[in-house]
């Protein structure tokens, strides 16, 4: 799922990623 989300939009990864460890 992570590689798939940097893959398709690495922007939408960097807020994806806080917002799930937050």
């Known amino acids: ?3 798939l ?3 398709k939009s690495p922007e ?3 807020i ?3 917002t ?3």
């Open 1 to 3: 799922m992570t590689s």
């Open 16 to 18: 994806f990623l806080p």
């Open 12 to 14: 939408n990864f960097s």
């Open 5 to 7: 989300s940097l893959g």
């Open 20 to 22: 799930k460890f937050s």
